[in-house]
């Protein structure tokens, strides 16, 4: 059993493998464990930043932050925290892992290109550069 768990959420294919992940976090996951969401917004270049209504980029965050609930009260762990942060997600994805205190990540993999044969390319730097297990699910 593990203490930790974090999740990493993308919200394509209207969440269908990201609740695959979190039931199997609940099966995986300690009683007494806890976990954590993590979901990684592109940041918007500055040109395009600039074009963008601040109303707009707030209900995006918002709609994300809904779905992410709802996804977190699917899970079967006592305690379960939400994480959305913008940048890189590779790199997201393991600072909140550190953050947490994760013993494990999760993490799904789409149909990879040429680049990123075997996983994807999130998936393929997050197994890369992480210090702790890594299960990469497809």
């Known amino acids: 059993m593990y203490k930790s768990i974090v999740v990493a959420v993308a919200l394509f294919n ?3 493998t ?3 992940l979190i039931q199997k976090a609940s099966k995986l996951i300690d009683p007494e464990g806890s976990i954590t969401l993590v979901h990684v917004l592109d940041e918007v270049p500055a040109y395009l930043a600039a074009a963008i209504a601040r109303e707009q980029l707030m209900e995006h ?3 994300i932050r809904e779905q992410l609930e ?3 009260s699917t899970a079967k762990a006592k305690n379960v925290d939400i994480d ?3 940048g890189r997600p590779s790199e997201n994805i393991l600072a909140c892992a ?3 205190h994760a013993d494990l990540i999760m993490i799904a993999s789409h149909k990879p290109g040429m680049g990123t044969y075997f996983i994807g ?3 393929s730097r997050v197994v890369r550069h992480s210090p702790i297990s890594v299960l990469v699910a497809r």
């Open 18 to 20: 990201s609740r695959a």
């Open 70 to 72: 709802s996804l977190a």
């Open 61 to 63: 965050r918002k709609a």
């Open 84 to 86: 959305i942060r913008g």
């Open 14 to 16: 209207k969440g269908a």
């Open 121 to 123: 390319s999130t998936a």
């Open 98 to 100: 550190e953050e947490c």
